[in-house]
């Protein structure tokens, strides 16, 4: 039972969480972050600057932040803004949840930022300090709460036993030190707050707690929207039966005001999205994840590789979630009260993050950084199962824990290392580095295939695929229904062509089809090549290849590519060839096209079209 700690237990709780502080702030110091204000926290923390320093909270000036953007490399693509079309406004795709957290820090960096000679325009060192120490000191917080309720259902061993895995033998210990301003540290800290104060309400019913159990939720709703399923902790705690629920819902009823107050506690975070909402697009709102080739897929999960693959599977790269795990089931035996509360939070989770399309969440992290947040339920589940080993076989337990933390911290390392790739990794490759420490020689055609984010791709492994021509097109037939584009006096190896001209013929289709019909293979290339002719007197202008994919008939992965001007003959014939990389589908039925596009006035002949498709052999 939750119990108020005499002081000899507290002093044990504070001498754990201040020795497990030191050692990360060593590790900051041995592994430190860099540029930590780019990429995505760049879109979490640009509320900031932008409203208070730069008076530009719709971001419709763009120069101050193109000048940040260049001089602090923060990110390659401005990914984190939407234009909203017939306005000058651009919005963040961010909730703005994470700005509230780094708003302490924030100010406190702009005011100090003279005194130590910085500039005050939100990004120079200062600031970057100033907030990645003080989400390490949020995660503190978190630490010292969790071993509060460790200590609340186990004895001090287990308790230690459980603390250490969880912060030692997880993906924690690496987005700790260096992954620091991401949403999954914070909201481990907010979770496990929430978990103590909805033990305190359970026990004591006091609306104080009601309080801050709303304002938690409300506060790590903004900061991700998904985790909603937090409410679940406070209203499924502690339920025996129905008539518990009930009993739960009838004293929260009880008094309208005071659960007005609450539920206003609750909006007041998300109150500031939705007016940035309004003010920004005019919706109060507004989905931004407006990009097709990622989103929610709720019909079709990817449950299974986000927990079991080797490309990121959260049980191959944290297996002491595994024990974590099979503590929750234990739960329902030994602990009926908390377990509806665990399962539900838990069961949601997993199945909402792992209904993200890019379920592997990029590079950011080793192991599975988006379920860090239920790492505080795990911690008891894992104090259950601790609890239940048999004395008989307790040493070797011991002894596998132990193995599952040295494996955890030397696979982190590997990751900081680039030994462990931070996206493509797949089985056979894990089996060569399975505790190197250096990468294998020749060990890169194991690993899934590079997806670089050039502009331009290529193909340097060519011998590893098989190719399918599909398309072998020298025009030396009317197109029908186009008769008027057809040549019958120039060609490259005969006297046949087509014409394009901007307005008139300006898009030649080459080719279309759905990606499950090409391969089922999670990758293939199209390689599209032409030859083209500029007559005497017209501009050296090449015409595009493109090749877009699409899903539900919204665009994405759109490539295009012509030759520079400089390099084109006049009154020859020049030949234009490109390779494109099938993008990471949301689904196999999404499609494809590929044509040809000439958006200029000056006219040019093509011919000899030719489409291939390029798929991994099936050794490979």
Known sequence: MFQRFPKHIMFKIKITVFFTAIIILALKFIFPES?????????????????????????????????????????????????IPDTANRVIKYSMGMSYLYAPFF?????????????????????????????????????????KILYSYFNSITANIAFILIVFGTNYIQLTVQYSLLTHVPLFTLYCLLIYFTIQWDRYKQWTDF???????????????????????????????????????????????????????????IAGQLLYWKATTGQWFFYSYLNPGEGLDFLSPHTLPFLFSFRKGWLVYSPVVIVAIIGVFIIARKNKAIFPATAVVLGLSVYLVSCWSCWWYAGGSYSQ??????????????????????????????ALLLFLLTLNLFQAWQFKQDIIDHERMTYQYYKKIWFKTERPENAESLLLVNRGVDFNESITDIDRYDEKRVVNNKFNSVIPGKEYIFCDTLG???????WMQQGQNEFVDAFASTYKAVTNSDHFWIKVSIYFFIPPGQQAKSP?????????????????????????????????????????????????????????????????????????????
């Open 211 to 269: 309080y801050k159990l709303t304002l938690l939720c409300g506060l790590i709703t903004i900061i991700r929207p998904n985790e909603i399923v937090c409410v679940f902790i406070p209203l499924l705690w502690n339920n025996i039966s129905m008539e518990s629920f009930k009993n739960k819902w009838q004293w929260i009823n009880a008094s309208y005001l005071k659960l007005t107050g609450s539920l206003l506690l609750f909006c007041i975070p």
């Open 35 to 83: 540029n930590i204000l780019s990429w995505d926290v760049f879109g979490y923390y640009l509320y900031l600057p932008a409203r208070f320093i730069y008076h530009d909270p719709y971001l419709t000036r763009h120069n101050w932040l193109n000048d940040i953007v260049e001089q602090y490399q923060s990110t390659a693509t401005l990914y984190q803004l939407y234009d």
């Open 369 to 398: 950084r988006a379920i860090l947040s239920t790492y505080p339920l795990l911690a008891i589940g894992l104090g259950y199962a601790i609890d239940a080993i048999p004395s008989r076989i307790k040493f070797a337990f011991y």
């Open 492 to 498: 490259f190896d005969d006297h046949s062509s087509v």
């Open 544 to 620: 595009n290849i493109v090749t877009v994919f699409n899903h539900n008939n919204q665009p994405y992965k759109y490539r295009n590519i012509h030759l520079p001007d400089d390099s084109i003959k006049i009154n020859q014939w020049n030949y234009l060839e490109y390779y494109y990389l099938s993008p990471e589908v949301r689904t196999v039925n999404d499609d494809f096209k590929v044509y040809i596009w000439h958006p200029n006035a000056n006219k040019v002949f093509i011919d000899n079209l030719a489409v291939s498709f390029l798929t991994p052999k099936k050794d490979e």
């Open 107 to 147: 100010f406190l960096a702009h005011w100090l930022a003279p005194f130590f000679h910085y500039p005050q325009d939100g990004y120079s060192g200062i600031y970057a300090l100033s907030i990645e120490y003080g989400m390490l000191f949020y995660s503190f917080i978190g630490l010292y709460y969790l071993l």
